[in-house]
């Protein structure tokens, strides 16, 4: 982490001058469970990536890769939304 | 320069927004300021101005339309009172904390229960721990010029912290005094352009106002709102002395009036102030050391200043026309008592509650207090710490 800046050193107010800066603020440790993909089973809907409340689901060549863990809170959204006959997600406890 | 007129408070207030010409006003009316909104929303409808007024559905919402349209990077003013400033709590931190310049007009008026109208400090006091500067006028001219010295004082970049100005409701308010006016441009010229900071409307620059802030840096925005204030001590008076080569009024942290020599002293805000320089001109025509000091501004409080101007009196009165009611005085005793305890010589102290609710104070409340200070300044003793005058026991 980098070194906390002094009460001179801060924007006044609290003000955040760049625009966007949630993506560095990195929140995955707040996961008691996370999500796993089974590759062979993903039929690439992106389903879970239109109802991840985050921006945690990968997308490469609209095709879904797998997780963003520095952002993901285990919510388990995306398993649920995952389709029946496909259950390409499964939701696991951390630290297993 | 100028023009002598006769206006009550309330419209000296609104002819000082008029000149200042804000960009956005947001109020909600309330005895007795409804006048202030009422005269500059003539202004507004007359094209005197190109400020765009926001009535609004609450004093939470009128200060909450200021936040957004100051943090935009507006000029931006409004005008309360009593249950209105009440009503504007919560907000008002926000300002403070969010560092908005934005001025406020208060036409000083008790708080229920019970109800009442009329004029004392209850509602200022609740927000002195706000982060608001608060300036205290005894006289429309005051308020006039406070107002626009406000705007000056807020916006400057060693402050950026919201003002408010009061005068006593109804007693300045709407009693119609001879004062002066400056000229329009002289105003403009005098305020100069709205000093912008990080505003929202830099659409290029786009950044976020008010996010959470925890352990790791909420103290340090707390630091930098302490040092701010500090700042505005300095500023008040910078700024007091360029008004005065404007408009040859003379204007400080505090007034002193009869004060350097003084042995016995009354300390009060806003009105009571011309009763009491009236009775000090009569006992100082029989001798009588009386004086009197005015706190102009009450947020930030000049301790060491007041401790200087006061350590050689041998008795004070603070005088409070608001109760704390925490049972041993008013809120401005503690403060100005613990100003002088660091004073190497320091005087007596008494505290006295007066005229809640708009209860007159007389010449005769006021000549019994000088009374009781110079029973006090001989016998070094107090017989009654705080209580209250102009009461019927």
Redesign the interface.
Known sequence: MSR????KE????????D?GNAETYETGGWRTFKPVLDKEKCIHCLTCWISCPDTAIVVKDEKMIGFNFKHCKGCGVCADVCPKKVTAITMEQEGK | MGQQVAMTGNIAVANAMRQINPDVCAAYPITPSTEIMQQFSNFVADGDVKTVLVPAESEHSAMSACIGAAAAGGRVMTATSSQGMALMWEMLYIAAGNRLPIVLAMSNRALSAPLNIHGDTSDAMGARDSGWIQFFSENAQEAYDNLIQAIRIAEHMDVRLPAMVGMDGFIISHSIESMTLLDDQAVQDFIGDCITHMPLLDVDNPKTFGPLDLQDYYIEHKRQEYEAMKNAKGVIVEVAKEFTELSGREYGLFEAYALDDAEIAIVALNSAAGTIKTVIDELRSTGVRAGLLKPRVFRPFPAEEIAEALSHVKAVCVMDRADGVNGTGGPLFPEFRSALYDAPKRPLIINRIFGLGGRDLGLHHVRDVYGELQKIAGTGKIETLAGYITVRN
């Open positions: 906390l800046k002094s009460w801060v924007p006044m107010a609290a003000v955040i001058e625009a």
